[in-house]
């Protein structure tokens, strides 16, 4: 289990979240949702300790987190796709996988297993630079990455988010096969309340950096975004 207990989280002077308490149950697949600028982005970048400053309590398993650095979240299970996926363009497909690897609890260098299988487009272009991809490949390699750190714990920042509709459905497949088959944990941050349902088990609904509305997915109901997501 991920528990967050009465999280705060700023950056410098900026106070974002407000007291955000939520429980991820191991194997489990919870959506983030809210309109943008609420704090979902900065509750995932708390996860991973990338804001200046937080307090509250963080925990997985019986592990505190919330006063680890960054790399130690990373090495204890929690992998983090950002949005913009953030590749690095002159590294090639392989070099960019292999940076995930860094945090492997044993340290070894290796493309994981699952790479062949879900991308087969990567595992024949591992020489090519990162950069020459397109966004829907791009997307592909940062969850190629995140995968290399063997993760118990998955944070996807809008991950279909300016990529060509015919490879959204490819990618939304994938992270429901990386619950359902894999069991990793996923916390997903999305706008598309269509794939929140379909995937998710669970959703937190955010406004003005404090969880508002949290349950099972089929309490999210229509009243329920159209209060907190129709603009
Ligand atoms: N580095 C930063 N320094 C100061 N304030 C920031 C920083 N990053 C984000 N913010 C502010 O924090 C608030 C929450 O932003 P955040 O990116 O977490 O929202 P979001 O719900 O993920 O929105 P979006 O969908 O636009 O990414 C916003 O008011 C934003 O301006």
Request: net charge negative; aromatic share 4%; hydrophobic share 40%.
């Amino acid at each position: 289990m991920l528990t967050l207990s009465n999280v705060d989280s700023y950056y410098g002077r900026s106070h974002i979240l407000h007291g955000v308490s939520l429980q991820v149950p191991d194997a489990s697949f919870v959506a983030i949702l809210g309109r943008n600028g609420t704090g979902k982005t900065t509750l995932l970048k708390t996860l991973m300790g990338l804001t200046d400053r937080m307090t509250g309590s963080i925990s997985l398993g019986d592990v505190e987190i919330g006063t680890a650095p960054t790399y130690r979240r990373a090495r204890s299970g929690i992998a983090y796709v950002p949005q913009g996926r953030e590749i690095v363009p002159d590294f090639t497909i392989r070099e960019n996988i292999l940076m995930g690897s860094f945090a492997r609890p044993d340290r070894r260098h290796v493309v994981p297993d699952l790479v062949p299988e879900l991308f087969p487009y990567l595992i024949d272009n591992l020489d090519r630079p990162g950069g020459v991809l397109s966004g829907g490949q791009q997307q592909q390699l940062a969850i190629a990455r995140a995968l290399a750190a063997e993760p118990k714990v998955l944070l996807l920042d809008e991950p279909t988010e300016g990529i060509q509709p015919n490879i959204v459905e490819e990618i939304e497949n994938i992270i429901i096969r990386l619950n359902k088959e894999m069991e990793l944990t996923v916390i997903l941050v999305e706008q598309n309340v269509a794939f929140a349902r379909r995937a998710a088990q669970r959703f937190a609904m955010m406004e003005k950096g404090q969880v508002v509305a949290s349950g099972g997915i089929g309490e999210l109901t229509d009243e329920l975004v159209h209060r907190h997501l129709a603009v």
